[in-house]
């Protein structure tokens, strides 16, 4: 049977750039034909095929609630009945500001807009009004989407492609930012002595999940907030993967430390396209209208991807939601490690909340040195022999992965009993 995946790639490829409009999408880093889906429901998807598979990328993080959710749809089907955007104000965009001031500890006040990148260029361009400082400080391996500030030694995608930083950016422009090694505590407080009163606003993923899973060493964190305040520069938390994913008040809630800003996307729009940016509330009036800092969008606050938003939020607040999912995120990671324990294959991973990292590697990363001496050759034959038998991980090793309310202990076994196989495969 011809495979209508390939037939599909070949002709996007006539279109579309790369034949993907999103760069991880396109298995370059994996090899192999992308695969087109045509449908998913709860924990699972169907290709173009009709092939059925197990989903770990849940769309990078927003369909946490599983693919499909009716009380989403509904949502949405409301919604939509009363057209579908306005370019004015509405009160379901108060309610979801509303409901992320509650949620997110560091947020006073906070905007819409349309997605991750949009939220973290934002942000920082509102740190640089506030403090009127040029510099930017982020870390190696963090990704916080491509405005052009933040595509120097970025994650995910760049990373993937080995290109950290990409082409296109001015350099005049570049020359601002300053790229950290993630977790290295001396190299922080040496930048801050060199350069903190120039520092506009730090920006980190608190838990990275750009360069795979990787933590943050809690001291790293409360030393990173002690120097943004001594200097006067704005802690930015880029919490797009993270927020709501971790925990309801997402890193910032897990590890105490409060940021000065953060960033949302994903989850907020529950499969639709919301990004957010707030923070302290003397930042956050710099904004035009009342401040100089200009910032706009047609689409920000969208009712439809608001409703899609607020119902998503509002069912992930039931009790015990992230208890159950962090456990049967557990539940995949600790039985793939025994998996490839018992095929003698070198493998780790760990999982914080509802997101999880798989490191071809004797122990779970700290750095992003140490993640990059992973085995991606072994990652990429472990990947195809997944896909093949229905599971779908990302496309790269050097992506989280996601698991949704839908995913079920038996969906779970059935992960766990395929990667015998994978393992095993590897061994051949
Ligand atoms: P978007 O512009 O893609 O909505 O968000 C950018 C972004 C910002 N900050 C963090 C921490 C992010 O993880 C992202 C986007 N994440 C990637 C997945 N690693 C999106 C997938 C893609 O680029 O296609």
Redesign the pocket.
């Known amino acids: 049977m011809k495979d209508k995946n390939k037939n599909l790639f070949d002709l996007s490829q006539k279109f579309i750039p790369g034949g993907v409009n ?1 760069p ?2 396109a298995f370059s880093s994996v090899g192999g034909t992308p695969i087109f889906f045509k449908k998913g429901l709860g924990a699972r998807l169907w290709d173009e095929n009709n092939k059925e598979y197990i989903d770990y990328i849940n769309s ?1 993080g927003p369909m946490i609630l599983g693919h499909a959710h009716p009380e989403v749809i509904k949502a949405v089907q409301e919604g939509a009945k009363n057209s579908l955007s306005f370019g004015a104000p509405t009160s379901k965009e108060l309610d979801m500001a509303e409901m992320l001031v509650k949620l997110v500890p560091s947020m006073e006040q906070v905007r819409l807009v349309s ?3 949009e939220a ?1 260029m934002s942000a920082i361009r509102v740190a640089r009004g506030f403090t009127s400082r040029d510099r930017i400080v982020k870390f190696e391996g963090c ?3 491509h405005a052009d500030s933040l595509l120097v030694k970025a994650g ?2 760049a990373l993937t492609f080995g290109q950290p930083s990409s082409a296109g950016v001015p350099k005049d422009l570049a020359k601002h930012t300053h790229t950290l090694a993630f977790n290295d505590t001396e190299v922080l407080k040496k930048c801050f002595r060199e350069m903190g009163d120039d520092i506009a606003c730090v920006i980190i ?1 608190p838990i990275v ?2 360069m795979n899973l990787i933590l943050p060493d809690v001291q790293f964190l409360k030393t990173l907030r002690q120097l943004c305040t001594q200097y006067g520069a704005v802690l930015i938390f ?1 919490e ?2 993270t927020g709501f994913r971790v925990a309801l008040g997402g890193a910032q809630e897990l590890y105490g430390v409060i940021p000065d800003m953060t960033t949302l ?1 994903k989850i907020i729009g529950g499969g639709l396209p919301v ?1 957010a940016f707030g923070g302290r509330k003397d930042i956050m009036q710099k904004l035009a209208p009342l401040g100089p800092v200009y910032q706009a969008g047609t689409l920000s606050g969208n009712p439809v991807a608001v409703a899609a938003g607020l119902k998503t939020l509002e069912l992930i607040q039931k009790p015990n939601f992230y208890h159950k999912l962090s456990l049967v995120t557990k539940n995949l990671v600790d039985g793939m490690i025994e998996a490839a324990g018992k095929k003698s294959v070198e493998f780790s991973a760990r999982s914080m909340g509802g997101m999880f990292g798989l490191y071809f590697r004797e122990s779970p990363p700290n750095s992003f040195d140490e993640i990059m001496d992973s085995d991606r050759t072994k990652f990429n034959k472990f990947f195809h022999s997944m896909l093949e038998q229905g599971i779908y991980f990302g496309p790269s090793a050097f ?1 989280a992965g996601f698991v949704s309310a839908a995913h079920t202990e038996k969906d779970i076994k059935e992960t766990i009993d395929a990667s015998y196989k994978a393992f095993e495969s590897l061994n051949e």
């Open positions: 999103s991880v999408r990078w997605s991750g990148t973290t990704y916080h989407g995910s995608g993923e999940g750009n880029d797009v993967m996307g990004g992506e």
